[in-house]
């Protein structure tokens, strides 16, 4: 039963991380250079409205989200009880690659400047504030956002990669 559990958490975290990844390389390459075409103001507002779906707890957005932490420490329970080795090592790597490069900046950098954007009152901002606060919040959120982009696809790349070795 130990080694089903663990291939059903494998293909739960493969799959929910590749969804992950394909989110944020999503706002990497499409939304983020769209939203940059938009004006202080309408950038802003995009923002807000696109990131409050997101704090108002998406049920689908959540599910993807949570189930890809909570899959990958499974993953990483049930196989530390049960492999060695190269597969050990691979899933180590992809795991703690996930939840330290992608869910760490998540945590560290991305949520607190989201929430910054959704502190702000932008109709009542003038236009050098309305600067200030795209040129605070734009930059690194796209650095980071790129940087867990790059982590997400390599820690998913990984995963497939254990899977196949695992036959």
Do not use: H
């Not at 049920?59 to 492999?83: D, E, H, K, Y």
């Amino acid at each position: 039963m130990g080694l089903n559990l663990f291939n059903y958490a494998l293909m739960s975290a493969t799959l929910s991380c590749a969804l992950v990844a394909g989110l944020v390389f999503g706002f990497a390459v499409v939304v983020m250079p769209g939203l940059a075409k938009l004006s202080d103001r309408e950038f802003l507002q995009a923002f807000k409205l696109m990131d409050g779906i997101i704090q108002n707890r998406q049920p689908a957005f959540m599910l993807v989200w949570v189930g890809s932490i909570v899959s990958v420490v499974l993953v990483l329970v049930l196989g530390t009880l049960q492999f060695s080795g190269l597969e050990l090592y691979l899933m180590w790597f992809a795991s703690g690659l996930y939840l330290l490069a992608v869910q760490g900046p998540t945590l560290r950098f991305n949520i607190p400047l989201n929430n910054t954007v959704q502190a702000l009152e932008i109709e009542l901002l003038s236009a050098q504030g309305l600067a200030e606060a795209r040129t605070q919040f734009e930059a690194p959120w796209n650095r980071w956002n790129r940087f867990r982009t790059m982590a997400a696809i390599v820690s998913v790349v990984a995963l497939m990669i254990l899977q196949l070795l695992l036959g």
